[in-house]
């Protein structure tokens, strides 16, 4: 790509192993015209999930990358060195993680210092790791909500960047609780990322 072609534009990749209404709410803002930035990229480890499709509603390039064999959600060395060939390729400047179940390392972490970022549907610091929003329910919390922060080598330690809160109803499930919570995470991480 020409340098001239990308004169201040921002580059984004998506990382994601899910549904993709996340990257469905920030390819929406790019398409009004409210996010200043361009998704270049999106990657999957899983083959079929519905992030691939979205990427395919609006025309960003999407690859799968194989994530070894590793257990506990570690990518394997191959797969994080591919992923960075892959979005050194793409000349990516930030990486958002949207429901990428996959812990991130090195040389991934040192190669975007402060340039990675993951959205999470709790309080940070509070129930980090999986099932947060079943873990909030059942603890009698009376609001939980969604954190957009940065990705450093800890599961979801990194600085904290914008918090939305939701209430939790009486009668409320998983299900309905996390539409809502859902409904938090893409205002803030359209917000997060339109303000890079
Ligand atoms: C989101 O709720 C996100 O917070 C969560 O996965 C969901 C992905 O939804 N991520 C984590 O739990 C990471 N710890 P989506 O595929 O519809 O965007």
Redesign the pocket.
Known sequence: MEESDRAGEKRIAIL?S??????RAILEAEHCGKLGARIALILSDRPGV??LEVAGEYGVPARVVNPGTSRGGVLSDEALAEILRMVREAEIDLIAC??F?RILRDPLLSAFPGRIL????SLLPKYP?LK?VARALEAGEKETG?TVHLVDAGV?TGRILSQKRVPIRGGDTVESL?AR??EA?HQAYVEVIAGW
Request: aromatic content about 0%; overall charge negative; proline content about 4%.
């Open positions: 994601g899910g549904k993709g209404s996340n990257a519905g992030i949207a429901g179940m993951n959205v999470h549907p790791g947060a969604c979801d996390t919570i859902h995470e």
